[in-house]
């Protein structure tokens, strides 16, 4: 079964989005390790390369059913932030749209009984969860641990020690 266009075009956005979360946690990256962060920096690296294998993985489906995937520009990320716990909260915003528009092509792939893609986007509806968790959980941290230095501090260690868990 083709493809159809409607979903050719919903996975070709998504390419733009997985590249765009790409650049954007890698402007994250370097500003904790500019700002003393490192162990956030990484954790950022790590996302970062993280994103680009899931628009890989998009790529690499649309090119294995025949059609030729639209490699996209980027935009220009923000590369200032107030804090760490603003760009924690800037991550969960972006993930929890790209969980809707993991969720659109997920419908229109049921719509129209195409199972291959229905099949293949499974991956990224539970990867999506744990996207979600990974930020919510360390946003909590600021509740529970506080935002003075110390507690930023330790919260940044935090997600230095997640930053091995989460490659993909
Ligand atoms: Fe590829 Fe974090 O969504």
């Known amino acids: 079964m083709k493809i159809s266009s409607g979903l050719t075009k919903a996975i070709n956005d998504q390419i733009a989005m997985e590249a765009n979360a790409s650049n954007n946690y ?7 390790q500019i700002n003393g962060y490192e162990e956030s920096g990484n954790f950022f690296f790590t996302q ?3 994103e680009r294998t ?3 993985k998009f790529v690499t489906f649309l090119s294995g059913q025949g059609v030729k995937p639209v490699i996209p520009s980027t935009k220009q ?4 932030f107030k804090s760490l716990e ?6 969960l915003k972006n993930e ?4 809707k528009s993991i969720q659109k092509i997920a419908e229109l792939a049921l719509k129209q009984k195409d199972f291959a893609t229905r099949n ?3 991956w990224f509806v539970d990867e ?3 996207e979600e968790q990974k930020f919510e959980t360390i946003l909590q941290k600021f509740d529970l641990l506080g935002r003075d230095k110390l507690a930023i501090y330790e919260i940044n260690k935090l997600l230095g020690s997640s930053a091995s868990s989460t490659e993909e």
């Open 26 to 32: 890698l402007a994250m990256a370097c500003w904790c």
């Open 77 to 80: 990320p923000s590369q200032s």
């Open 48 to 50: 970062s390369a993280e």
């Open 128 to 130: 999506q969860i744990e």
């Open 86 to 91: 603003s760009i924690c909260k800037t991550a």
């Open 54 to 56: 899931h628009m890989m």
């Open 96 to 99: 929890q749209a790209v969980t």
């Open 120 to 122: 293949f986007i499974q």
